[in-house]
């Protein structure tokens, strides 16, 4: 396995039921990131994980919780969704430095539709 | 707060055309910008990435210059090609560790 990895790819879930999204990156970055992109929207962010610690929420609502056990791994637990929150959810890592900032890799994304 | 546009939002043309795609971003203050392409239902793909010291970088048929102090980048796309159709973004990192992107556009390269 190379790059970025999400599990699953699609997912339908009622609004009362409990998922968890899966990403793991494979190119020993030090940061990683939950991205959700709705229809005609730009891509908006919603977490950020520098080293294993959480240090951006971007307003997300508690419904969404994220867990990064290690720098190489990020769940988004997902609970009493709302059909508003069909969208497709992308992770993506990058390695950040005193030397610079390289790009970020994105993985395919978990096509999320909540009926 | 940065913002990032890219206009149009669309555009079709047909094969072969060279084509300029514009990205433009307000706070000058960037570590770099790096541009994607994004297949309909599918997850985004760098294509170049240009530090804040790097005026251009290239890729086979794709030039992409920056002029930090205007705020403005531009992709190039040459001799394009059907399989060339997809949505481009454009994607500014600053100071902290987000990544700002704009809304996209979407090319359509018709045979």
């Known amino acids: 396995e190379t790059g970025v990895t999400q599990t699953p790819r699609h997912l339908v879930m009622g609004m009362t039921n409990k998922k968890s999204l899966k990403c793991e990156q494979h190119?020993?970055?030090?940061?990683m990131y939950w991205y959700k992109q709705s229809a005609k929207k730009p891509l908006e962010l919603m977490f950020v994980?520098?080293?294993?610690?959480?240090?951006e929420n971007n307003s997300v609502p508690s419904r969404f919780s994220p867990e990064c056990p290690n720098s190489s791994h990020l769940f988004l637990h997902l609970h009493t969704l709302q059909p508003e929150d069909s969208a497709l959810y992308l992770c993506?890592?990058?390695?950040?430095?005193?030397?610079?900032?390289?790009?970020?890799?994105f993985g395919s994304g978990t096509r999320l539709t909540v009926v | 707060k940065q913002e990032v546009t890219q206009i149009p939002a669309a555009l079709s043309v047909p094969e072969g055309e060279n084509l300029v795609l514009n990205c433009s971003f307000t706070?000058?203050?960037?570590?770099?910008l790096q541009w994607f392409r994004q297949d309909p239902g599918k997850g985004l793909t760098s294509l170049l990435l240009?530090?804040?010291?790097?005026r251009e970088q290239t890729s086979g048929r794709l030039n992409a210059s920056l002029d930090k102090s205007s705020g403005r980048s531009t992709l190039y796309i040459a001799a394009s090609q059907p399989g060339d159709s997809a949505t481009y973004l454009c994607?500014?990192?600053?100071?902290?560790?987000?990544?700002?992107f704009g809304k996209g556009m979407k090319l359509t390269v018709n045979p």
């Open positions: 706070d000058s203050a960037i570590y770099n």
């Open positions: 240009i530090q804040s010291s790097q």
């Open positions: 190119l020993g970055h030090n940061a």
């Open positions: 994980y520098n080293f294993k610690e959480q240090t």
């Open positions: 993506a890592s990058s390695q950040v430095s005193l030397m610079g900032k390289d790009g970020y890799t």
């Open positions: 994607a500014v990192q600053g100071g902290s560790e987000k990544l700002v």
